[in-house]
């Protein structure tokens, strides 16, 4: 599923200015939300500014990170080394044994989703709209993740 960027979303609808929610559902605010033509206007400009501004900024963060489809097609050692500097684990062989045993315990998606939050350190709602899903499902995903890991010794 492809999720268009805010400002996308935002500069695509000129009758609206549109916010994401938790929830996923856009909030759309319209011109009869405001006092006048003008009022809107502005605050239109102004969100479409906005967005397009924090789109540019994370957007360098964004094009130096391994994408993660990339990553599940790499063997454990191979995504091990490739962000071994992220794990800050004291030995490598210690690390590789970690997270191919994090790895082994949890679905796909939370260690997707753990991973993307602790060792990328991305926020929920980055990860809930990345994935499609609400922020209370990337959330309870990555608690039931950290339960299981806390429930098994390594």
Do not use: P
Not at 7 to 33: F, H, P
């Amino acid at each position: 599923m492809l999720v268009n960027s805010d400002y996308m979303t935002n500069k695509t609808d000129t009758e609206a200015i549109v916010c994401r929610s938790a929830t996923g559902k856009d909030v759309r605010l319209t011109q009869a939300d405001f006092e006048s033509e003008e009022e809107f206007r502005k605050w239109k400009d102004w969100s479409d500014a906005d967005y397009k501004e924090s789109e540019r900024r994370d957007r360098a963060y964004s094009d130096r990170r391994l994408s993660l489809s990339a990553a599940y097609f790499m063997s454990d050692r191979e995504l091990n080394e490739c962000l071994s500097g992220e794990l800050k684990a004291t030995k490598q062989q210690t690390r590789d044994d970690l997270v191919t045993h994090i790895r082994s315990l949890l679905t796909d998606t939370q260690f997707s989703r753990l991973w993307r939050r602790f060792a990328c350190g991305r926020e929920l709602a980055d990860i809930a709209g990345e994935d499609g899903v609400s922020v209370a499902a990337v959330y309870n995903s990555i608690k039931r993740a950290a339960k299981r890991i806390r429930a098994t010794k390594y």
